[in-house]
């Protein structure tokens, strides 16, 4: 009965309504541009550094850890570490020697250094940090891939952690022993260790999809046990019930239980974007300056996103071939997905209205190349390079190609996405070149 409730749910959903955000557009992002306080000309003599806060989009390899426990010396694959980037792991992407995720190679681009601040993996008294020789220790370490003093500036300072969220601790992947620290807490570790900004950073915040995540999670399980409920109570009412009647009873379930799973799905993004803007208020008074808030890309429009309900953690089915979920349909679980993207970003832009910050529009962006994928060099944007074997592009290498959709080291450079949600190097390039163009029309810089 289980497995019927989960498909009538994911794949028969009755949408009871209509509420929903242009896909395509933002709620006047061109218009927040002009109201906003931010400078107007860069800093004197230029940036000094690059502080980063965020989640596995932006971080440079907090859990190689584990991708050392996996590949490393010792290990049936036996790969040395030599320095970071590892080659066969740590990053969010397909990992190599030479793999640059957007914030490293715009760091590059700026001629400014930039290093993890913490690379670790589990918590607690179990937490293992990775020493710059490639071995272990279990004593807490910071910045040992990076300068940190009071007399250069720092460079170990990208925050950003894979699974992190707004302003909630336990993020995804936490219960497995991913460190997850809540973009609230990487503002307040920078605080410790620094006290303050200063005018001659680009402090880049760059978070919100996993909180979209949850509150798509929440939303699903919300409505699974609505009909497992009022199917139990129907079958207890009459366990001779057909199956008609049980699924008459499911859909009338869904029906009553979605505005409400809805809107508490609404109030969890809303809260997020809340924290979001909050954030960057708390960075502001403590002298921050330069301050670039993204937007979050569609997440309904990867891999992921395409591929719902199979997607799903545990699902108990493989995507069917030539299967799409369609965004465009309001009884799809995808639609539902993209509706609170939308509501997040439109959310954040209204509460940062008129705040010295910059948007940086990652959202407009992505459909950008989904709606011309071939202007941007890519002729791949619906299935992962990476092998469907693997758990994560946390784990991905030029070893471990999606051979099976036709994935090799040769085409690498025109595939967008590397598993799931997360983009490949040519994905991360794109999002690099569009966020200094971005940082040209504010002023900030002239050309790279």
Excluded at 128 to 150: A, D, E, K, V
Excluded at 343 to 357: E, G, M, T
Aim: some cysteine; overall charge negative; glycine content about 6%.
């Amino acid at each position: 009965m289980r497995f019927l409730c989960v498909i009538l749910l994911l794949i028969s959903i009755t949408s009871c309504s209509k509420t929903t955000e242009n896909s395509h557009t933002l709620l006047s992002a061109n218009a927040f541009d002009q109201l906003s306080k931010a400078p107007v000309n860069p800093p004197p003599n230029g940036f000094d550094s690059l502080v980063v806060f965020g989640d596995s989009l932006s971080d440079m390899g907090t859990y190689t850890v584990l991708a050392l426990q996996t590949y490393g010396l010792g290990t049936r694959f036996n790969v040395p570490f030599h320095h970071l980037p590892y080659p066969d792991g740590g990053q969010f992407t397909v990992n190599s020697s030479q793999s640059r995720i957007w914030v490293s190679d715009m760091a590059e681009k700026l001629h400014l250094t930039l290093n993890p601040n913490v690379v670790t993996y589990g918590t607690g008294s179990t937490a293992t940090y990775l020493m710059p020789s490639g071995g272990f220790t279990h004593q807490p370490s910071i910045c040992l891939f990076g300068s940190s003093s009071r007399t250069q500036p720092a460079s170990c300072l990208d925050f950003a952690q894979g699974g992190a969220l707004v302003n909630q601790s336990d993020g995804i992947d936490h219960e497995s022993g991913a460190m997850t620290l809540p973009a609230s807490r990487q503002v307040s570790h920078y605080l410790a260790e620094f006290k303050q900004f200063n005018n001659h950073q680009l402090i880049v915040i760059f978070i919100g999809s996993n909180d979209i995540l949850l509150a798509f999670k929440g939303f699903l399980q919300e409505m699974t046990e609505s009909v497992q409920q009022q199917v139990s109570q129907t079958l207890k009412q009459d366990p001779d019930s057909g199956l008609i009647h049980e699924q008459t009873a499911a859909t009338l379930a869904m029906a009553r239980a979605y505005p409400t799973a809805l809107a508490h799905a609404f109030g969890k993004v809303d809260l997020a974007a809340d924290d979001l803007a909050r954030l960057a208020s708390r960075i502001v008074h403590h002298q921050g300056r330069y301050i670039l808030v993204y937007t979050i890309p569609d997440i309904a429009q990867t891999p992921f996103g395409r591929g719902l309900p199979y997607t799903l953690k545990n699902y108990p089915g493989d995507i069917p071939d030539g299967y799409q979920c369609h965004i465009d349909q309001t009884d799809s679980p995808c639609h539902i997905l993209s509706q609170l993207v939308n509501r997040f970003n439109h959310k954040l832009l209204r509460y940062l209205q008129k705040a010295p910050v910059k948007i940086v529009d990652s959202h407009a962006l992505f459909h950008t190349i989904l709606d011309n994928p071939l202007s941007f060099g890519f002729t791949e944007t619906h299935q992962p390079w990476c092998s469907p074997n693997i758990p994560s592009s946390l784990l991905c290498n030029l070893n471990t190609p999606n051979t099976r959709a036709g994935a090799n080291t040769d085409n690498l450079s025109t595939w967008l996405f590397a598993d799931q949600i997360h983009p490949t190097p040519a994905g991360h390039e794109a999002l690099t070149r569009y966020s200094l163009q971005s940082l040209q029309d504010f002023h900030w810089i002239t050309a790279p």
